[in-house]
């Protein structure tokens, strides 16, 4: 939208070690303005599945993010598709491998892409495997990208994740908000 060309990926990876690079300068230097609140700077979000990404979330990032998507093959550039969670779980794995030195452990994000309220999760799980999302019904009721069920099932869905994954921290689209408010009260306490 922008006019910015997707790029490689190497090439993106690239350009974000730059900016992290530009960022803690600037941000270090005690005479830039406007000065930070929190030091040495923001906390950064940092998410990806390749190695590189991986590794620098791992030397970077206050927050390891998972979006649990990949570039689908042979699709245009941007056209993305789904993760099994074996997949997504050996991407976390890969991750805590790079990060298992540091000082302070990084929070884990997964950024749901759907969120579905209905009584029947397998009627939803094989129209949104009719869409080509790369995973068939079974793989999307298992997928914590996804959440489909009650409020008190999507609730006890994340729980799961949090024990089999470590996500604490969840990113719902804007499209989603409405749909997952009701979540949100089931895990009050949780």
């Known amino acids: 939208m922008l006019g910015l060309s997707w790029g490689a990926p190497g090439e993106r990876v690239d350009h974000l070690a730059r900016t992290i690079e530009e960022l803690d300068r600037l941000l270090g230097d005690p005479e830039h303005l406007p000065r930070p609140a929190q030091r040495p700077r923001p906390p950064l979000l940092i998410g990806g599945n390749g190695p590189r990404m991986l590794r620098l979330a791992a030397r ?27 997949r997504l779980a050996a991407t976390v794995a890969a991750y805590q491998e790079y990060a298992a030195g540091r000082p302070e452990p990084a929070e884990l994000n997964v950024l749901v892409q759907r969120v579905h309220i209905t009584e029947d999760r397998r009627s939803i799980a094989r129209k949104l495997a009719a869409q080509g999302l790369g995973l068939d019904e079974d793989q999307i009721l298992d997928a914590p990208t996804m959440l489909i069920g009650t409020p008190t099932q999507m609730a006890g869905q994340l729980r799961e994740h949090r024990a089999r994954f470590g996500f604490t921290y969840i990113t719902v689209p804007e499209s989603f908000l409405e749909a997952f408010a009701p979540v949100i009260e089931e895990l009050r306490g949780s």
């Open 60 to 86: 970077h990032a206050q927050i390891a993010a998972f979006a649990g998507a990949r570039q689908a093959p042979g699709k245009p550039e941007g056209t993305l598709e789904l993760l099994p969670a074996e």
